[in-house]
């Protein structure tokens, strides 16, 4: 310890108030600084010692160096105080950004999850479409026989209604309630909420009794399209799917349609596009075709407008209907659909 000259004092306050000042630069975090604290104006400290020897000198010099240390340790204490602040909100800040909820996070890309590639799918689908101007629209799983079939033109005991495979729910009158065959109760809904002009898709989940294999499931999903317009041709169909497959799949992919029968659309077309994994020259996946099947389209069909009450003498459409867990298999090369479903995290990771 050195003695000051001008106070008597075994400790040179000048020193010490630029020694803590230095040490405090120095300190980082709340604990840091309690124990500097500890060292600087404990017990055991330079500045207490200095107090205790302050009962050996005249009572003038003790009053006058009694003085200049209580003036210095309030000098360090002011110092201490105002670097705890500067820490606490240093604290304060890092908890706030701990804490907060990034709701804008996409967990796709983290050790946290994956969107499924159903819905990654979809969500590329809809995207595609969006693009296209068209809106999205949804309706229930659980759908009345009336929007699943007889406004779609398939009244009760129509043969077409053997195309689709049903679950009925047990649920007011018997067969009066089902999990939806197809998307297409969704156009009946759509126009049923707003007048023409439409161009909206709608996509979600579809049920069927099947007997699961590589290439269906009873749970599946499809995206319905729906057009109402002027002057709406087949052109406008056939030009919409061409876009659509090429947008997705990529220029080498086309498509084409095939005559077919659906009982809400006339006239009514498959729609197939180039095989992927071939990409046209045929393969087993696409029994050696070139082509696979996505889905159904056409012109909508009078009685459909009728069921809603659009008059068909102003305004025609189309509409088209295919599989999501087709398009993923399609776009990705999965042999078998049924892996969508397995929930096998070996998949799930990859997707
Ligand atoms: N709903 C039909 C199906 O699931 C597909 C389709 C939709 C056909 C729209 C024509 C128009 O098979």
């Not at 000048?14 to 604290?37: A, F």
């Not at 696409?286 to 056409?298: I, N």
Request: hydrophobic share 35%.
């Amino acid at each position: 310890m050195t003695k000051s000259e001008s106070t008597g004092l075994p400790v040179d306050t000048e020193r010490l108030v630029d020694v803590v000042q230095d040490r405090l630069s120095e300190v980082g975090d709340l604990d840091e600084l309690r124990s500097l604290e500890t060292e600087v104006l404990g017990k055991k400290s330079e500045l207490s010692l200095a107090h205790r020897s302050l009962g050996g000198l005249e009572p003038d010099a003790r009053r006058r160096a009694g003085a200049v240390l209580g003036e210095t340790k309030s000098r360090i204490e002011t110092l201490i105080s105002e670097k705890r602040e500067e820490l606490e909100e240093v604290s304060r800040r890092r908890q706030l950004e701990a804490d907060r909820l990034d709701l804008t996070e996409v967990v796709r890309e983290s050790g946290r999850g994956h969107v499924h590639l159903v819905q990654r799918t979809r969500d590329e689908l809809e995207d595609v479409f969006i693009g296209m101007g068209f809106s999205v629209a949804e309706g229930p799983e659980a759908e009345t026989d009336w929007y699943n079939f007889e406004a779609l033109n398939m009244p009760p005991a129509h043969p077409a209604r053997s195309m689709f495979d049903t679950f009925y729910l047990e649920l007011g009158e018997p067969d009066a309630v089902l999990l939806r065959t197809h998307t297409s109760p969704v156009q009946i809904r759509v126009m049923q909420s707003q007048p023409p002009p439409i161009y909206s898709v709608m996509p979600g989940r579809a049920y069927r009794r099947e007997t699961a294999d590589a290439r269906h499931t009873s749970i599946f999903h499809q995206i319905e399209g729906l057009v109402v317009d002027r002057g709406i041709s087949f052109a406008d169909l056939a030009g919409t799917i061409e876009i659509f497959t090429s947008a997705y799949f990529g220029p080498d992919i086309h498509a084409r349609l095939r005559p077919a029968f659906f009982p809400f659309t006339e006239p009514s077309a498959e729609f197939e596009i180039t095989c992927t994994i071939c990409k046209g020259s045929g393969c087993r996946t696409c029994s050696h075709a070139g082509w696979v099947e996505l889905g159904g389209c056409g012109m909508v069909d009078p009685a459909v407008f009728a069921a809603v009450d659009i008059d068909d003498e102003k305004w025609t459409g189309f509409a088209f209907g295919f599989g999501i867990d087709r398009c993923a298999q399609m776009r990705h090369e999965i042999p078998d659909m049924r892996i969508l479903l397995e929930n096998d995290v070996r998949f799930l990771r990859q997707a």
